[in-house]
């Protein structure tokens, strides 16, 4: 299985931030799906994950909830992130990932990550 | 929320000791405890899943115990290549959250 993200790079503050990870080598269904950012020089920060078998379960970073959708597309294969009303604090390399099967265990694929930088 | 305290934060060691992390949660989480090592530029990798399984593939010096609310990391014998930063995470039903880091130098 390969993570491949993909997004803008630049976005203006305010705007809405949309990510999308392509999934390839395996179907999303069974798996739970993640965002995870680092911004520069920090740590890993946990975003978003959802379960889109028969249905969606998300949840997400109390700390972004008001802000953030993840979401699929199982036709595509893709799991996607929208972040609304950036900020320069939203600069960071956003990470996919997936955990799983069924049940949350260990991250065990990532995508290489995509970096955004958020400025006018 | 629970919250992941990792120490320490950085550490230097010479090749062929034996490196030890800590990692300790705010509340019991039972074994739902990973641990990944992240090399600059890179996505991090997955080492330890469920607090004490080696993940396939990852070299047997690395290990990993605990349960509850302590846990902790071993690199048994450091090699060169392991300079990292090392994070602990924790999941649960509703929420992920990783500790803060720890970057090991030789």
């Known amino acids: 299985v390969q993570l491949q993200e993909s997004g803008p790079g630049l976005v203006k503050p305010s705007e809405t931030l949309s990510l999308t990870c392509s999934v390839s080598?395996?179907?999303?269904?069974?798996?739970?799906w993640t965002w995870i950012r680092q911004a520069p020089g920090k740590g890993l920060e946990w975003i978003a994950f959802?379960?889109?078998?028969?249905?969606?379960?998300?949840k997400y970073n109390p700390s972004l909830k008001s802000r953030v959708t993840i979401s699929a597309d199982t036709s595509k294969n893709q799991v996607s992130l929208r972040l609304s009303s950036v900020t320069a604090a939203d600069t960071a390399v956003y990470f996919c990932?997936?955990?799983?099967?069924?049940?949350?265990?260990?991250?065990?694929?990532w995508g290489q990550g995509t970096t955004v930088t958020v400025s006018s | 929320d629970i919250r992941m305290t990792q120490s320490p934060s950085s550490l230097s060691a010479s090749v062929g000791d034996r490196v030890t992390i800590t990692c300790q949660a705010s509340?019991?989480?039972?074994?739902?405890l990973n641990w990944y090592q992240q090399k600059p530029g890179k996505a991090p990798k997955l080492l330890i899943y469920?607090?004490?399984n080696l993940q396939t593939g990852v070299p047997s010096r690395f290990g990993g115990s605990g349960s509850g609310t302590d846990f902790t990391f071993t690199i048994s014998r450091l090699q060169p290549e392991d300079t990292a930063t090392y994070y602990c995470?924790?999941?649960?039903?509703?929420?992920?959250?990783f500790g803060g880091g720890t970057k090991v130098e030789i």
């Open positions: 990932a997936r955990t799983g099967p069924v049940a949350l265990s260990g991250l065990d694929v």
């Open positions: 080598g395996g179907s999303i269904s069974y798996y739970y």
């Open positions: 959802g379960y889109f078998y028969r249905g969606a379960n998300t």
């Open positions: 509340q019991d989480i039972s074994n739902s």
């Open positions: 469920d607090a004490s």
């Open positions: 995470q924790q999941y649960d039903d509703v929420s992920l959250t």
